[in-house]
């Protein structure tokens, strides 16, 4: 259906419907290569509309999704060996959606999806500091290994800046315990671990900021951020 020219170049991000006016009145933007006059209409589908000689299109809806990704997903879109991907788990949401920062084929819990660039650099990002909190089973002397954790650690020449690290419970073979880092480097929880002499059985993404892993969500289930999740996410 053709359209007012203003009303596709709102959608398209370029500019609010009073400033198309102006755009259009100054002679900027073309449709099908003839310059449009102020009440013109077209269509995405049907016309090249160009703005400054550049064709415009519908901006694409941001979408932002908590994952609650099980064990035995690979944290990418798709996977050379054939295994399953945390896209195959939202895929139904429709839009392309990428994982922000990784979490091990065998590590579980909170995984941000989102297709927007912006925010997927700035919670990557290592300036920003943001939490990441993981619920960790491991053997081995937790006693010894918590003040190893809790200082920087030097692993294969990279450095781990000191976590925070509470001991939820402790069993007779297993120690539950929470450990927060602000970077995200490769295997970085297990690495720590690994030079505190811990093994982990099982590791689970459970905050990020000051978003939490919504337990209403099972195993491989999603949901849609809400307003307020978006707005704090993006603010
Ligand atoms: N640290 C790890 O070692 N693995 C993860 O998946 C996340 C953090």
């Not at 139904?92 to 579980?108: A, K």
């Not at 927007?116 to 939490?131: A, F, K, V, Y």
């Amino acid at each position: 259906m053709k359209e007012r020219l203003q009303k596709l170049l709102s959608q398209s991000g370029i500019c609010s419907r009073r400033k198309a006016e102006e755009y259009i009145q100054s002679g900027r933007v073309m449709v099908n290569g003839v310059m449009a006059q102020l009440g013109d209409k077209a269509s995405f589908e049907e016309d090249t509309v160009t703005v400054d000689g550049k064709p415009i299109a519908p901006e694409e809806k941001k979408l932002y999704i908590m994952l609650n990704k099980p064990k035995g997903f690979v944290t990418t879109m798709s996977d050379e060996k054939g295994r399953k991907t945390v896209w195959d788990l939202v895929k139904e949401c429709q839009v392309r959606v990428w994982p922000v920062g990784r979490l091990d084929l065998n590590s579980e819990g909170l995984l941000i999806m989102t297709n927007d660039g912006d925010l997927t650099q700035r919670l990557i990002h290592p300036s920003h500091m943001i939490e990441k909190e993981y619920v960790t089973w491991v053997s081995g002397n937790v006693e010894k290994a918590v003040p190893i954790l809790q200082t920087k650690i030097v692993d294969a020449g990279e450095v781990f800046l000191p976590a925070k690290v509470k001991v939820i419970r402790q069993f007779e073979h297993v120690s539950v315990i929470s450990i927060t880092i602000h970077e995200g480097k490769k295997h970085q929880v297990r690495r720590m671990c690994a030079h505190a002499a811990l093994t982990v059985k099982r590791l689970i993404r459970v905050r990020e900021g000051f978003l939490h892993l919504d337990k209403q969500l099972k195993k491989g289930e999603w949901r849609h951020l809400n307003e307020s999740e978006i707005a704090q996410l993006t603010k």
